[in-house]
């Protein structure tokens, strides 16, 4: 049987565009995957590691045009947002440089004997080694910064892992094209080619996270596909870990006094940040509850100004029956009201809106249970309270998610009211809580955190940021080791200059 082609789709029009390829067999991916195997001690040395990391940022900016250019007629997102993701995309790949030079990830520890210790301390020295081939399962919405030069390639690539992507069929002309991209600069700096893969297919995802070579994998996407992901990963002969992203409904509370302070304020901020990239973001603000009262009402107005003209095109046809579908569900519930209706906008958009609901039919099992679900597209979902106990037993029933949002008043903010108990209710559903903020929007920086509890990822560690690197490392110890045998980064004299902890004490 003939391999099934690959066709860019432009999500405008619904037609093909060109055919980027083929999908590949197990056979293919066993060839893409060797490569990078094969592929892995040309990353070690770390010098290396950052230039070619450097090298890949710049040949991106250098092709940005006609990246974007791409990007746009796959995604339908606008050169503007595109632009900015770019650029983002290349921040995080130098930032990632400056990670490996400075060589903290490493985390070396060494302990010098101890006789007098209970029990006596051995020579022991410990730091981290790359786990081996990385598997990455691209994003549809973030073509750049969560794809095949996204955060998990680069965060993976820097420490000392090959990486072959599986690219997502929403956008495969512009995976192509970076792929060659992030070759290109491998090359330039004396790597094989073989340490950044490409397949295309769904069949070709399966094989790769079975694949006896492949040490560990990133996703990002939905909850049905992640966890039949994990669950493959887990049911290997050998198991592998397997950092996913799957589905968030980053919940807000509005507190009476900050509905009543600033309700306008706040429902443009909203507004704003629910339609943001027509909905598609991971973070958008999903379930929101707000007061029943006049500041309540204010804000619902102002949200209601805020997304009235709003509308867009999503990613492809299916996101947009499933968002189409999914608002008419909740919808037809008893007692949710469309203050403006999202929906279906002619053939191929969509305009956003909102639903608003009693937040009493969000505390106990049943029906409405859907509302408490990710919504992919420009719609949220407004839960009225009549007081605080309500809130607590919404937030008593939601899942774990990326992101969790309190708005307080000025004097809630300098803590007075319930200000710390919301934020400590909040801080066991969410792996970033915000204050008087909107989640939209992850700053790529040391002390981020994109993660949560399940569903929203199935560990516990960040796809964004400098820590992200962790996830595709493993400790390793030598004990009573020769100094001529020992690993540079493990040696008395510190030949690379690296930070250190030695005898419990930080050296620099």
């Known amino acids: ?285 999903g379930l929101v509850l707000v007061p029943a009262s006049p500041g309540g009402d204010r804000l619902v107005e102002a949200l209601a100004g805020g997304v009235a003209q709003a509308a867009g095109v999503l990613l492809d046809g299916r996101m947009r029956d499933n968002f189409v579908a999914g608002v008419a569900e909740r919808a037809e519930l008893a007692e949710v009201e469309c203050p403006v209706v999202p929906g279906g906008e002619g053939e191929r958009g969509v305009r956003a809106g909102f639903l608003t609901v009693p937040a009493g039919r969000l505390t106990e099992p049943g029906a409405h249970d859907v509302l408490l679900e990710e919504c992919f597209g420009p719609v949220t979902v407004i839960a009225r309270y009549g007081d605080p106990a309500e809130v607590d037993a919404v937030l008593g029933r939601l899942p774990g998610n990326l992101t969790a949002t309190v708005h307080l008043s000025a004097s809630e903010s300098e803590g007075q009211g319930r200000a710390g108990e919301l934020l400590a209710r909040l801080t066991p559903l969410a792996g970033r809580v915000l204050v008087n903020g909107w989640p939209t929007g992850v700053a790529v920086a040391p002390a981020q955190h994109h993660g949560g509890p399940y569903p929203a990822t199935t560990s516990t560690s960040t796809s964004v940021g400098a820590t992200a690197i962790e996830r595709w490392l493993r400790p390793v110890t030598y004990q009573h080791t020769p100094q001529a045998l020992l690993p540079p980064e493990l040696r008395d004299d510190n030949p690379l200059g690296l930070p250190r902890r030695v005898n419990g004490r930080l050296q620099h």
């Open 1 to 285: 049987m003939a391999a099934a082609p690959v066709w860019s789709v432009d999500p405008r029009s619904g037609k093909r565009r060109e055919r980027v390829g083929v999908e590949a067999s197990a056979g293919e991916v066993d060839v893409v995957v060797r490569a990078a195997w094969e592929a892995r001690g040309s990353l070690a040395d770390r010098g290396v590691r950052a230039g070619f990391l450097r090298g890949a940022a710049g040949l991106l900016e250098a092709s940005g045009e006609a990246l974007v250019e791409v990007a746009d007629a796959e995604t339908a997102l606008g050169g503007v947002r595109l632009r900015g993701e770019l650029a983002r995309t290349c921040y995080q790949l130098r930032a990632f440089a400056d990670v490996v030079e400075e060589g903290s990830f490493l985390g070396v520890i060494i302990d010098h004997p101890d006789a007098a210790a209970t029990p006596p301390v051995p020579d022991l020295r410990r730091f981290k080694v790359p786990l081996g081939v990385v598997a990455v399962y691209a994003a549809s919405n973030f073509p750049f910064a969560f794809s095949v030069a996204g955060g998990d390639t680069a965060s993976a690539l820097a420490a000392g892992c090959p990486v072959v992507v599986k690219a997502h069929p929403d956008h495969p002309g512009l995976s192509e094209r970076v792929a060659g991209v992030l070759r290109r600069a491998a090359v330039e700096r004396g790597l094989p080619a073989g340490v950044v893969g490409l397949v295309h297919g769904f069949e070709a995802g399966v094989a790769l996270v079975g694949h006896p070579l492949v040490a560990a994998a990133g996703f990002t996407g939905s909850v049905r596909g992640g966890r039949a992901l994990f669950d493959a990963a887990a049911a290997r002969p050998v198991p592998i870990p397997f950092h996913g992203e799957l589905g968030s409904l980053n919940p807000v509370v509005v507190t009476e006094a900050a509905a009543s302070e600033r309700a306008e304020e706040i429902g443009a901020g909203l507004a704003g940040s629910m339609t943001l990239g027509v909905g598609q973001f991971c973070v958008k603000p």
